[in-house]
């Protein structure tokens, strides 16, 4: 299987505004460990279903989880591919940033510095 790595700019920022909310990081956290209902991610907050499920509709939009319907309910899964994307992409940062902090140090290294 063949991942696409590179992310559009429209879905970097999805990726970003998904996890910039402590909520909806920790409901990613918990899809990963196994797929569960809306209705039981919501009794774990102090907020109304409403808004959880907007929190889980933006991770959804950001293409974090996947939602299914079985019966009446709702299901909830995080998607590892998506999430190897994220991934990659947060990697491409830290070259870049080890990068440029080992250009400093070689700058640093010079003789008369």
């Known amino acids: 299987m063949v991942v696409e790595t590179e992310l559009s700019d429209d879905e970097?920022?999805?990726?970003?505004?998904a996890l910039a909310a402590a909520t909806r990081?920790?409901?990613l956290r918990r899809t990963v460990a196994r797929e569960q209902s809306?209705?039981?991610?919501?009794?774990?907050?102090?907020?109304?279903?409403?808004?959880?499920?907007?929190?889980?509709?933006v991770l959804e939009q950001a293409g974090l989880i996947v939602k299914r319907a079985e019966g009446r309910e709702r299901l909830v899964r995080a998607d590892p591919v998506m999430i190897a994307r994220a991934r990659a992409?947060?990697?491409?940062?830290?070259?870049?940033?080890r990068a440029r902090?080992?250009?400093?140090?070689?700058?640093?290294?010079?003789?008369?510095n």
Request: hydrophobic share 50%; no cysteine; aromatic share 10%.
């Open 12 to 17: 970097t920022d999805r990726l970003f505004h």
């Open 25 to 27: 990081r920790d409901i």
């Open 38 to 57: 809306v209705s039981a991610l919501a009794a774990e907050y102090d907020m109304s279903f409403a808004a959880v499920q907007k929190h889980v509709s």
């Open 89 to 97: 992409l947060l990697g491409r940062y830290e070259d870049l940033w």
């Open 101 to 112: 902090v080992d250009r400093l140090d070689a700058l640093l290294a010079e003789p008369g």
